[in-house]
Structure formats: structure tokens, C-alpha cells
């Protein structure tokens, strides 16, 4: 019987190896080795656990790629920025199907705060269309760009990459664009009186709209007031 670190070879009725398979890998009970790709050698890497107990005799490997298919990771962005500011952006697309890989779309878009109380912002701030590659299953495509964010805040950078005959892949990252003096001004007040209640009025200078949840009012003493719930200006 086979053990969980063995050796299998096939031969023919000449007594020639046609095939050879060393393995040191422990499934697991009731977990079959299943090879990926039967087009290629049996390296270590094209050996996967099965996704089914028992194994898939005489069915398609429950671990065989689709045809096509992708997958997108390791988005990096910095963690700040500035307004309108170029930011460096960088992520790879993996080819996880047999097809190669020839073309594909991208858009990188923001989007606000989701908590329940803030809406969302979306934004979409950069597309474009990427062609002449031939990239095999499992290589990657490096992605580099530029993108400038034309609203502060906290915000999530969303990256999308499209082809008809792939599924959509998505990934995103938090990203925090800071406001610039003169962005948000007080633009009234009424310090406190015995017949009238305080306020402070601030005026949104910028094109967009701008939620102040958390933001904080504060005087010269250890009092201060942090705004809470959906304000939007």
C-alpha cells in the first residue's frame, strides 16, 4: 500500500517507467494528491491536497485551474498623501487558468467612509487598457502607475481589472488623503451668551462634499467637542 511518504511508478507490460512520483506530502485522512496540470512535469509544485475527501476517481481533479481565470494581490500605495498629489500605485495580476493571459482593463477608483452614518464616495480616477502579453498559468504581470486623488479624507483606493471572458477581479486599500488649510473654514460663531445658544458655522471651499464625523472643536482650555453622526457639508 502507499504511505504518506512514498514512492509510485508506472510501467508497462515491457517493464519500461513511463512515469515516476515521489512525495513527502501528509494529506491528511481521506485526502488524495492531485495533479494540477498533466501537461507538465511532476514537480513538487504541480501536486495539491484534493478539495474533496475521498479523492475524484474517475471524475476532473477537484484542484484542475479553469481555463481562464486570474486572481489580483499584493496592492501597495502609501498610507497618506496629499491632495492631488501623484501617488505611486503597484499590484500584480496572477494567472491562475490554462489560457494565457493576452489583455485585460483596469480602473482604480476612492471611495469614503461606510460606517452607517457617512455615505459613500466613490470616484473613479484612473482607466486604461492593457494588451500584448502572453503570460502562462501561474506567472504574474507587475503593474506600476501614477494616480492623483482629487478629495481628502479617509478613503479606500479600489483597483478592478476586467476582461470579457475572465472573471472581475477586485482589491482595495485604505488610504488617508489630507485636508489643506483653507479646505474647511469657520465661517461664523457666536461666542456664549445668556439669551442665544453657541454655535460655530464652517463653509466648505472645495468642489466635493466633506463629512466632518470625528472631526473636533476645541478652545483654549481642555474643552472640546467631537462631532458624531452623519455630517455633511
Avoid: C
Avoid at 509510485?8 to 501528509?26: F, P, Y
Avoid at 500605485?89 to 452607517?116: A, D
Avoid at 492593457?130 to 501614477?146: E, P, V, W
Wanted: net charge negative; hydrophobic share 30%.
Amino acid at each position: 500500500g502507499l504511505s504518506t511518504n512514498d514512492l509510485t511508478a508506472l510501467l508497462t507490460d515491457k517493464g519500461d517507467t513511463l512515469e515516476k512520483i515521489v512525495w513527502t506530502k501528509d494529506t491528511g485522512d481521506g485526502y488524495s494528491l492531485e495533479k494540477v496540470r498533466m501537461d507538465i512535469s511532476n514537480e513538487v509544485s504541480n501536486w495539491i491536497k484534493s478539495l474533496v475527501q475521498n479523492g475524484t476517481p474517475g471524475k476532473t481533479n477537484s484542484q484542475t485551474p479553469a481555463g481562464k481565470n486570474w486572481s489580483v494581490s499584493k496592492l501597495t500605495i502609501p498610507a497618506t498623501t496629499n491632495r492631488n498629489e501623484s501617488v505611486p500605485v503597484e499590484f500584480k495580476i496572477y494567472n491562475t487558468g490554462l489560457s494565457p493571459l493576452t489583455g485585460f482593463s483596469v480602473s482604480i477608483g476612492i471611495k469614503g467612509e461606510t460606517s452607517s452614518d457617512v455615505p459613500k464616495l466613490v470616484k473613479t480616477i484612473y482607466s486604461n487598457s492593457f494588451s500584448g502579453y502572453n503570460t502562462a498559468f501561474q506567472d504574474s504581470i507587475l503593474i506600476q502607475t501614477q494616480v492623483q486623488i482629487p478629495v481628502s479624507g479617509k478613503l479606500s483606493m479600489v483597483v478592478s481589472v476586467s476582461q470579457p471572458d475572465y472573471p472581475n477581479q477586485t482589491i482595495s486599500q485604505p488610504i488617508g488623503v489630507n485636508y489643506q488649510t483653507g479646505d474647511v473654514v469657520i465661517s461664523e460663531f457666536l461666542p456664549k451668551a445668556d439669551q442665544f445658544s453657541e454655535f460655530i458655522e464652517v463653509y466648505n471651499s472645495t468642489a466635493d462634499s466633506v463629512s466632518l464625523h470625528q472631526w473636533t472643536v476645541q478652545n483654549n482650555s481642555t474643552s472640546k467637542y467631537t462631532i458624531s453622526g452623519s455630517v455633511i457639508l
